[in-house]
């Protein structure tokens, strides 16, 4: 991919739709990182992943066998609209982030900006719109992961408002 300009103003998808129904357009300022870019943010569809995986992968992202097709799939069947991609005027895929919601907590994975568009808000708006719409399903707290030499991704959640939670560690098993 290579650098594109970048307009004067961000765009984000309007409130009050329903899931599949068209995006609209609607101006909004970057409040957190000040940042203009003009953009749409909507629901990932599986005809997006080779295009997400490609961003993935451009981001740095550790990716893992739970990011195949096969395995997106299932998390599409549990909650679809918590897997967002940020599009600029182009129709080219410039951020994703996927969220769930297991009923009690939510989680935030795979948040991940274009290097070129690192910087303009994108991020943010995602986490903001993701936000929104774990705290509708009932969400009190979400939860993600950073990677401890992760330095600039744990700089960006503190300036969205995450704090470390120390008390914690992480433990986990693979079945693969």
């Given at each position: 991919?290579?650098?594109?300009?970048?307009?004067?103003?961000?765009?984000?998808?309007?409130?009050?739709?329903?899931?599949?129904?068209?995006?609209?357009?609607?101006?909004?300022?970057?409040?957190?990182?000040?940042?203009?870019?003009?953009?749409?943010?909507?629901?990932?569809?599986?005809?997006?992943?080779?295009?997400?995986?490609?961003?993935?992968?451009?981001?740095?992202?550790?990716?893992?066998p739970s990011d195949?097709?096969?395995?997106?799939?299932?998390?599409?069947?549990?909650?679809?609209?918590?897997?967002?991609?940020?599009?600029?005027?182009?129709?080219?895929?410039?951020?994703?982030?996927?969220?769930?919601?297991?009923?009690?907590?939510?989680?935030?994975?795979?948040?991940?900006?274009?290097?070129?568009?690192?910087?303009?808000?994108?991020?943010?708006m995602l986490m903001e719109e993701?936000?929104?719409?774990?705290?509708?399903?009932?969400?009190?707290?979400?939860?993600?992961?950073?990677?401890?030499?992760?330095?600039?991704?744990?700089?960006?959640?503190?300036?969205?408002?995450?704090?470390?939670?120390?008390?914690?560690?992480?433990?986990?098993?693979?079945?693969?």
């Amino acid at each position: 991919m290579t650098p594109r300009a970048h307009p004067a103003k961000l765009w984000i998808v309007g409130a009050g739709r329903t899931h599949g129904e068209a995006i609209e357009l609607v101006p909004v300022a970057s409040s957190v990182f000040g940042g203009s870019y003009r953009m749409k943010i909507r629901e990932f569809s599986m005809e997006d992943y080779a295009e997400v995986y490609r961003l993935w992968h451009r981001s740095g992202l550790n990716l893992v066998p739970s990011d195949q097709p096969d395995e997106i799939e299932k998390k599409l069947a549990r909650d679809p609209e918590l897997f967002l991609v940020a599009e600029d005027e182009a129709g080219l895929i410039v951020g994703c982030v996927i969220g769930a919601w297991d009923g009690r907590r939510a989680w935030i994975y795979h948040i991940c900006t274009d290097p070129d568009c690192q910087r303009l808000g994108v991020g943010a708006m995602l986490m903001e719109e993701l936000e929104k719409r774990l705290i509708a399903l009932g969400a009190i707290k979400i939860n993600l992961l950073v990677r401890k030499q992760n330095i600039k991704g744990k700089q960006f959640y503190r300036k969205l408002g995450y704090d470390l939670q120390e008390e914690f560690d992480l433990m986990g098993k693979r079945f693969f």
